[in-house]
């Protein structure tokens, strides 16, 4: 049974920095693209950053750009979220997502393409 457990959120204060984990169990991961996404009251779940688990290649969503860094840590089977100089407007349920590599055309900016979803964590940002 495939999980993804997150980690990590909490009350942050602005421009301060916190570390989300997401836990993946179940089966290999090696072949899949591991993704972050957010999900702010009454808004719509957006893309925020993806990783390949095979080879490292990394995307952002502009709004993040410069700010986030995802990583992933293939001993621990776990994948990061690292976030710097966080703003209120980054308050959300941040959600890791798993989807299996199929072609590099693939749109793996969207909720569809991924099978499998943690249950989120929460990150508050307070001005």
């Known amino acids: 049974q495939v999980q993804l457990v997150e980690s990590g959120g909490g009350l942050v204060q602005a421009g301060g920095s916190r570390r989300l984990s997401c836990a993946a169990s179940g089966r290999s991961f090696s072949s899949y693209i591991m993704g972050w996404f957010r999900q702010a009251p009454g808004r719509e779940r957006e893309f925020v950053a993806r990783i390949s688990w095979n080879d490292g290649i990394t995307a952002y969503a502009d709004s993040v750009k410069g700010r986030f860094t995802i990583s992933r840590d293939n001993a621990k089977n776990t994948v990061y979220l690292q976030m710097i100089s966080l703003k209120p407007e980054d308050t959300a349920v941040y959600y890791c997502?798993?989807?299996?590599?199929?072609?590099?055309?693939?749109?793996?900016?969207?909720?569809?393409?991924?099978?499998?979803w943690g249950q989120g964590t929460q990150v508050t940002v307070s001005s």
């Open positions: 997502a798993a989807a299996p590599f199929k072609y590099h055309s693939t749109n793996y900016y969207s909720t569809n393409t991924y099978d499998y």
